[in-house]
């Protein structure tokens, strides 16, 4: 199994650009988490999800969006790229209740 | 609002010597809480949770509702225990700003 597969690992955006962080599973877990993760400051988590077609937000949702239209995909949208989106971004999934699986992290920088 | 504080952001020990993580907590409900671990270029991985109630790699937490704390601890520390540390609390799973640990020889 591969787990949880994130997409592209780098990138650097100019401000106004937008991008799309892709996130795959293939655990067939139903929650889905885009976590950022800046220096010093932990994880926040950005949005989840509880299953195909159901997302909220989480503590820092301005500036993105996501869809699930699948249990495996749970693209992270940008829509105008800012510096302060320079991040490292985790994409995560379980089962209810069960352990964090990660992704391997997307390191965004915005010029 | 669930929060999770974790005050230490950097902690150095001597291998051999005990080491303490701390983790506090506030949630209304009956709280589930986790350890996480992510090592030198490798990725976020579970390290214990509170329910299992088990030992990993020598580190135990016991939860402590009248303190509502969660602290991680190993008697004896070794240098692969270097990493960043995050306590964890289920509820839209937040996460504490982490402590980067490093055990010198």
């Known amino acids: 199994n591969a787990g949880v597969t994130q997409t592209p690992k780098f990138r650097i955006l100019k401000i106004g650009q937008s991008m799309t962080l892709q996130c795959t599973q293939d655990?067939?877990?139903?929650?889905m988490y885009w976590y950022r993760q800046d220096p010093g400051m932990g994880l926040k988590l950005i949005y989840y999800?509880?299953?195909?077609?159901?997302?909220d937000k989480g503590e820092v949702p301005n500036g993105y969006n996501v869809s699930r239209s699948t249990t495996e995909d749970f693209p992270l949208r940008l829509e105008l790229a800012a510096p302060s989106q320079t991040s490292v971004y985790f994409c995560?999934?379980?089962?209810?209740?069960?352990?964090?699986?990660f992704g391997s992290g997307t390191q965004l920088s915005v010029l | 609002a669930q929060r999770v504080t974790q005050p230490e952001k950097l902690l150095s020990v001597f291998k051999g010597a005990p080491v303490e993580l701390k983790c506090n907590y506030s949630?209304?409900?009956?709280?589930?809480l986790f350890w996480y671990v992510q090592y030198s270029r490798q990725r976020l991985q579970l390290l214990l949770r509170?329910?299992s109630r088990e030992s990993i790699k020598g580190f135990t937490a016991d939860l402590n509702k009248g303190e509502t704390s969660f602290h991680l601890k190993k008697p004896f520390a070794q240098e692969e225990d270097s990493a960043m540390y995050y306590c964890?609390?289920?509820?839209?799973?937040?996460f504490g700003a982490g402590t980067t640990v490093t055990v010198r020889a």
């Open positions: 995560a999934s379980n089962a209810l209740g069960e352990k964090l699986f």
């Open positions: 655990m067939n877990h139903n929650y």
């Open positions: 999800s509880v299953g195909a077609g159901i997302t």
């Open positions: 949630y209304s409900g009956s709280p589930e």
């Open positions: 509170h329910i």
């Open positions: 964890a609390l289920d509820y839209k799973l937040s």
